[in-house]
């Protein structure tokens, strides 16, 4: 009898050896990536007279290979040869200034670039692109007759 009392005793009091006193949950996150990719690399428009304009030849393309959906905007930058600059402008061509103008629907709709940024391209889909055309105004008179080199500058935001 005192033997079954102890074994009772043992039981009420005993843990249970399956159990664990502390638990988990797996946490996982993944980072957005806000990304956008400009095919081909380079324009290269040639000779252009002064004071004329000129379309480059083919299509560049905006790519979303982000993450997520994007607005994009762009800007340009003054052209340069060495320490000699022409200087961009969003409203005329002058003395050493030039303009560069993009349109994504054959120059019906067209954007001036100037070094600040400006809305070229809202809500696009992961994966989509917007193709668009460049041309570019030169001055009306330079100092320096070399090649002058500029950039676009595309910047990806989430939407």
Known sequence: MVA???ICV???GSVNVFGSPEEYINVNV???LVSVALSPAAINFGAVALNQESAASSEISATN???VTEDLDVKG???AYG????TLSDSTNGADQYMM???KDGWANVTNLSTTYVNFQDNLSTSANQNFRVKVKMPTSVTAYEEHSAKIYMLATQH
């Open 4 to 6: 079954i009392a102890l």
């Open 10 to 12: 043992l039981s009420v």
């Open 30 to 32: 993944t980072p957005t």
């Open 65 to 67: 290979n982000g993450s």
């Open 77 to 79: 930058t003054d052209a």
């Open 83 to 86: 320490t000699n600059i022409w």
């Open 101 to 103: 103008k993009i349109s």
